[in-house]
């Protein structure tokens, strides 16, 4: 009997702790997406899996556990994307917008490259059998072609908040009448303006995202001619075959609504549950700040702060180098700094998450991109936030709403203004006590980020796919979503009655009229 028990019990823990071969295809250009992908990766590999990558970007954090295949863009390409990266960050109005769609076309054709390329060709038709995609998302619609040629379910790794090009992919409500449109609040209720607003912005990025639909479904189309692969269903039915959403928001951001059972909240999962140690100089740095303090300045990882204007980089070395606080500041060229300072220190690649985790960095002075956001929220520092493009002054302006930090334009900021924001961040308690008040809240989750993550991945390939938990909405259109159809049913039912009525009275009426016009007669 015990035999039996063992048995059984050793079969359960076999097929529950199997490893599953896992593709990961994160092709976008912005390293802040792959750290959050990564994370991904990082949790899966430690519960067994196999994990194969693919991306455009060479990898910070090394991992031998991971199978890599790093296919960069050719050169021009590459010097495309980092000129309009630095024209963007020194561009204003207009010319921002058309900067802005240079560089997504770029990296859509990157992104679409490299699904003919030999090395992404020979991961899918090679020896090893997948059992799942994970598809970094940003405008790369056409890599579902990709999952179907191997025939596994594809789960979506999308790295902000609920968007609705990203709720569509599996029927979560968008809910305009009370969730607000990031861009434009993230305070709820909405009252009659702001649900105006959200109206209005989201009915626009409906259309955008109609036309981004339409775009990637012909690159879909080529591809499928190109490489002559005609049993390829169409691109909408790949689509509407998504298992599951993981997105990195969390409802304790502040938005409530309702999610459905495929779309999963990880919010936060790029923060490591433990600190690596920091390299002994920047530790002993940080360690003798105990008495001032410590700043972080850092403009992400796409923004490179030795590109910009000289004169803007002159207001924040004037600035910083006057504090009282010692800075910590992320600067690219180490062989030409802004100037010598003994209170900062300089570094080209800094691990953003330990240096938040330190006790003694009282301020953070951010680019506003939503990973660097989250992890000062994780950690409860207070924030500078100097936005560039994109969605940081999106991000900038809901964090300066919840009452964590300020914003400035650094592009017109005066010395004054960058000093008197820091002093007022840094001796005003009401920012950080309100940060550390929601860094409280966010940690308390039943599950961990990361173990959510991955129950969620593993549940979808122990049922195939887990097409059950689909929302209806998936297949409908915007139609019966609204109950349109069953409203303007309703109008004809209403109209055709009122109709008859209205025919019966005038013919009772008429007789009437024809009795009495007899009488008189
Ligand atoms: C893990 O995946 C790689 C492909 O990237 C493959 O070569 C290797 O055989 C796989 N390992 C196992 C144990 O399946
Ligand atoms: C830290 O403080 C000690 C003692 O004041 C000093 O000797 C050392 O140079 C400081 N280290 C750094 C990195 O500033
Ligand atoms: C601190 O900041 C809050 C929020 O901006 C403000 O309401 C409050 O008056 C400030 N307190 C002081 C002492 O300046
Ligand atoms: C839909 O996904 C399932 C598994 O997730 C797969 O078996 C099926 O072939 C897919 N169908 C289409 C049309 O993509």
Request: hydrophobic letters at 40%; one cysteine or more.
């Amino acid at each position: 009997m015990k035999a039996i028990l063992f048995v059984f019990l050793l079969t359960n823990f076999v097929l529950s702790s199997y490893g599953a071969n896992i593709l990961g295809i994160f092709t976008s250009y912005s390293p802040s997406h792959n750290i959050i992908h990564m994370s991904e990766v990082d949790a899966l590999i430690q519960k067994g899996h196999n994990v194969t990558v693919i991306t455009a970007l060479p990898l910070k954090q090394k991992n031998p556990k991971y199978h890599h295949v790093y296919i960069p863009p050719a050169p021009q390409v590459q010097k495309l994307l980092e000129d309009t990266m630095e024209q963007i960050s020194n561009a204003k109005g207009l010319e921002n917008m058309k900067i802005m769609v240079i560089m997504m076309k770029a990296m859509i054709n990157l992104q679409y490259d490299i699904m003919f390329t030999d090395q992404f060709q020979n991961v899918i038709h090679g020896d090893t059998k997948y059992d799942l995609v994970l598809l970094g998302y940003v405008m790369n619609d056409f890599y579902l072609a990709a999952a179907y040629q191997m025939k596994v379910p594809v789960v979506v790794s999308w790295v902000n908040f609920p968007m609705s090009a990203v709720n569509t992919l599996v029927g979560n409500p968008n809910a305009i009448s009370y969730v607000p449109h990031p861009m434009i609040s993230n305070v709820q209720p909405m009252g009659f303006i702001n649900r105006f607003k959200t109206f209005i912005l989201s009915t626009f990025m409906y259309g955008v995202e109609k036309f981004m639909h339409y775009k990637l479904e012909q690159y879909y189309e080529e591809y499928k001619d190109i490489m002559k692969l005609s049993e390829l269903p169409e691109y909408q039915e790949l689509q509407r075959n998504i298992s599951l959403v993981i997105g990195n928001s969390h409802f304790s951001d502040g938005v409530i609504r309702a999610n459905v059972p495929a779309y999963v909240e990880v919010g936060g999962i790029q923060v490591k549950p433990e600190q690596n140690p920091l390299d002994n100089d920047l530790k002993e740095f940080l360690d003798n700040s105990s008495a001032q303090g410590a700043i972080f300045f850092s403009m992400g990882s796409n923004i490179k702060v030795s590109s910009l204007d000289p004169k803007v980089v002159e207001v924040f070395y004037n600035v910083l180098s006057k504090v009282n606080q010692n800075v910590v500041w992320k600067w690219e060229d180490p062989s030409n700094v802004p100037g010598n300072s003994k209170n900062i220190f300089y570094r080209n690649w800094l691990p953003q998450d330990d240096i938040l985790a330190h006790k003694n960095v009282k301020l953070f002075v951010t680019h506003g991109g939503k990973g660097s956001i989250v992890e000062s929220q994780y950690h409860g520092v207070p924030m500078i936030g100097l936005p560039v493009f994109g969605d940081q002054p999106g991000n900038a302006k809901l964090m300066v709403d919840d009452g964590y930090g300020l914003l400035l334009d650094y592009q017109t900021m005066s010395e004054e203004d960058f000093r008197n924001s820091i002093e007022e961040v840094l001796s005003n308690r009401t920012y950080t006590d309100n940060i550390q008040r929601f860094s409280k809240v966010y940690r308390d989750r039943p599950m961990s980020a990361r173990d959510t993550a991955v129950y969620w991945i593993e549940y979808v390939m122990r049922h195939h796919g887990a097409l059950h938990m689909q929302s209806p909405l998936v297949h409908s259109n915007i139609f019966v979503q609204y109950s349109l159809d069953v409203v303007g049913f309703l109008f004809l039912v209403i109209f055709i009655f009122v109709k008859i009525v209205k025919l019966c009275f005038s013919c009772a009426f008429k007789k009437r009229v024809c009795k009495t016009k007899v009488k008189k007669n």
